[in-house]
């Protein structure tokens, strides 16, 4: 976390591969490595004129010599069309088969589901990935939903005789486990187009509702959001209570902090891409819960890793769907100072200006290490206009990013925050709607932190936790 102007960051990485500290421009050179550099080529000049050669008039000869001209004529064009109805199938079959455009794609089987036979009661893909996907939770009440393959559209669910089993059952099918369900409660009754859950086999039936059938709210994180709220901070300040902010984690790596991560189940990290890609080895990683310094860290054991995803897209030199995910050995013990964030559920949205929280152990000076101390400040989202303009990022920002901080510069995540939460509290509860990425420089004038957008990552971390 950085509050003075001086500070240079590019893309969150280790402090010793950083330059000395100097305004960033993008076109400069010694520019970092990982803030993506765009060389644009100068096209060739096109020819709008064409010019041709006069020809000489012919006489009309006999009809014989006029089949002898039009038979080149006739192969000719029966060759282009068999080239345009070739490209034609070659398209069709990119399109249709290959991007799965009119149905939804199995997973690395590469099988191609129609869109009917998408969660129909029905396993078709070889891996189940057309019934994994067939529930979600919606709003900030968490109301439980499937997918009709019917109408194609989501759907409250309702039961006659709902427990906490199925609760459980269905959370599994989104991809928590089942130790992770929090609570279900009756949301309201009436008149809605809805599922109803057959409890014998789970096939889901279209209906509508009556009195005696309930939608549901499903938590399937157990208590997330929830945190020990003080008075907020402006400016990249010192987190002085435990529990403050019990979702942030501290990765490290051979004894020393890395990158920030934060907890969404007791199994479950989210962090950067770009942590993890060069160190994708889940032993060479420790997971430090529930800390506000790093010389408790130190003393302590902290959390082994069994496995390591990062998104298969991540492309470092432009920074591109930086998310990562980390599974843990063994869950963590959830307690006041050790529990999730809330995953921004379908149908959560929030946009700019609206007010949120950097926490982490980045650099508060420049060339310097990771904060002793847990940091934390307040920023603003910045429309993805305003940060594509040219004055900011130029275009570089892409629907997988979300910019925060603050235009004026001042406040800002710096090296070491890599990784860490960007959270937004709506309804009394803390949502995570970013990971900390990459930026140019710390708090500088037009060059918030860019954060990765974990909304538009959604369907990818649930499909990850299923496996």
Known sequence: MYNNLSHINHGFQDEESRPLPQAPS????????????????????INTHHTATAG???PISAHRGTRKSRCPCITVA?????IILGVAAVLVWYFVFEKCMLGFMCGDSRTCLSSSNWCDGHHDCPGGEDKATCFRLYGSNFLLQSFSSKDQTWKPMCSDRWDNNIGKTICEHIGYSRLCLFESEIVTTGNYIFFFLNLQCFPLIFGFSSAFRFRFSLCCALDCGRSGDGTRIVGGQTVTTRGRWPWQV???VAGSHQCGGSIITPSWIITAAHCVQTLSLPSQWTVYAGYLTLTEMYAASGSPVSRIIYHPGFDSKTNNNDIALMKLLTPLKMSTNVGPVCLPNAGVNFAAPRQCSITGWGAVRSGGPASEQLQEATVSLIDRS?????????????????CAGKLEGGVDSCQGDSGGPLVIKETSLWWLIGDTSWGEGCAFRNKPGVYGNVTYFLKWIYEQMQV
């Open 78 to 82: 029966l060759i282009v069309v068999l």
């Open 250 to 252: 501290s990765l490290h």
């Open 386 to 402: 305003i940060c594509n303009s040219r004055q900011v990022y130029n275009g570089h920002i892409t629907d997988n990013m979300i």
């Open 26 to 45: 993008w076109g400069s050179v010694g520019v970092y490595p990982t803030v993506p550099q765009y060389a644009f080529s100068q096209p060739m000049p």
């Open 56 to 58: 000489h008039p012919h």
